[in-house]
């Protein structure tokens, strides 16, 4: 704007529209009139440029007009998403292969902490006396013992006790030892053992009934035979089966196989053999299978009746001329053939 000394103001857009003759007539006008103008130069603006930029108010153009505006910020442009890329997919993998490597090495160093733990404790046991290690392993054994001894006390007393009420309660037994074979206790005594037996070695001992034994050996089946020659001698002069007059050489010896089959799988193939197996002793084994032998003669009907010497002299009998030689026959092969073929000829010898 242009300052004047008089009374008015002369607009600076009039002075830069005037060509440099109106310039001065105007002056000369001014001088004229009593008033004395002073007028500011035009700017000199740079070429290209469309005119100066305020601070913050306004453009003026070359036209000399006086544009007045704010200047509003521009809005931010707004931040454009990476689009996907392969490079992207393959961090991504190399990140998951870089955690299972992590997760793989985790696992190693805990498997290395719990055999270092393992091996800390086997030489501490090794660092242990003579005195210790004799300790424990009598206290192992005897644990052993115990378990072994209450199983098979536990399935023999099962046994024991049907074929006890069978014949004390139900009756059932009288024509047992005569071997009739109209004897409902005959076949429920060998049912018994059989079902005990198998249920003994799959269900408690988790084996194959195979593993009974049932394998044939010739060599010891001929040592069965003399022992069951020697024994049958002595048995038939001892003890002799009640046998009904008439009765059928075939169904007695039918009867008798089907005794002893049952006796020697439940006494021999599982009673024995696991004593065998799990007592340190083999003569212990035999022993304790030879009085559960004789003791299991008190459930048959006419021993039960008789007084109490004739219970103990057939438990005897029982134990000494049956059981205890047939653990030791089984001991020595380990075939229940062989036990079995020894028993059947012992009984024979007493019909």
Known sequence: MARVSGSGLLRLSDAQRMVPG?????AAGAATTGRNYRLKPPRQYKTGSAGPTTQGSGLMDLSGRLKISEARPRPAPAPQRPAASPQAGLDAQE??????????QAAAAQAAALEAQASAALSDAGRQSPRQSAESSDTAVLSGVRQSLVQVMSLYTVVFGVSWVLTSVLGW????????????MLY?????MLVAAVLGVVFWRQESPRALGFEIRPLALGGALMAAAFLGMLTSVVARFDVAAGASTPVLVGLLVLRAAAETVFFQGLITRTLLDELKNPGVAVGI?????????????????ADGGASLYAVAVYTFGGGFPF??????????PAVFVC???????AL
């Not at 653990?327 to 229940?336: D, P, Q």
Request: aromatic fraction near 8%; charge should be positive; hydrophobic fraction near 50%.
């Open 188 to 192: 429920a005594r060998a049912g018994v």
């Open 343 to 349: 028993q059947l000829l012992i009984m024979l010898c």
């Open 289 to 305: 299978s030879a009085v559960l032998y004789g003791l299991y003669a008190l459930t048959y009907a006419p021993i039960a009746a």
């Open 95 to 104: 990140q998951a292969r870089r955690a299972q490597q992590v997760a793989i």
């Open 327 to 336: 653990a030791l026959i089984f001991f020595g092969t380990r075939c229940l």
């Open 173 to 184: 037994g009288a024509g047992e030892l005569s071997l009739s074979s109209g004897e409902p």
């Open 22 to 26: 109106q310039a001065q007539s105007k």
